[in-house]
Nanobody, 125 residues
Framework: QVQLVESGGGWVQAGGSLRLSCAASGLTFSRCNMGWFRQAPGKAREFVAFINWSTGSTYYADSVKGRFTISRDNAKNTVYLQMNSLKPEDTAVYYC??????????????????WGQGTQVTVSS
């Protein structure tokens, strides 16, 4: 069965960095577009970053552009999110997601087929 397992979350002071990982199994990872989302308490899940399966092209939410970098290693079936210059408003549970139908850049959660369980990121001021 398909599994996406996030890791790398934790507590960090504002201005610090974290690197999230998402290990995939049970699917042809190299043929999947991948996304990162986050959800803060009381708020809707929001798009963070996207990476294309074949070109490696990326797309970011305006709120993280220039601070976060999404990347992937198809040999390891893993997608990463490098987060720098973290701010308290980045505090959320972060989720990776897989789009098996490769319909281009997708920022709506409903367009993704599989989700990880999430990893908590807490940024203190």
């Amino acid at each position: 069965q398909v599994q996406l397992v996030e890791s790398g979350g934790g507590w960090v002071q504002a201005g610090g960095s974290l690197r999230l990982s998402c290990a995939a199994s049970g699917l042809t990872f190299s043929r999947c577009n991948m996304g990162w989302f986050r959800q803060a308490p009381g708020k809707a899940r929001e798009f963070v970053a996207f990476i294309n399966w074949s070109t490696g092209s990326t797309y970011y939410a305006d709120s993280v552009k220039g601070r976060f970098t999404i990347s992937r290693d198809n040999a390891k079936n893993t997608v990463y999110l490098q987060m720098n210059s973290l701010k308290p408003e980045d505090t959320a549970v972060y989720y990776c997601a897989a789009d098996l139908r490769n319909r281009g850049i997708q920022i709506m959660p409903v367009m993704y087929d599989y989700w990880g369980q999430g990893t908590q990121v807490t940024v203190s001021s």
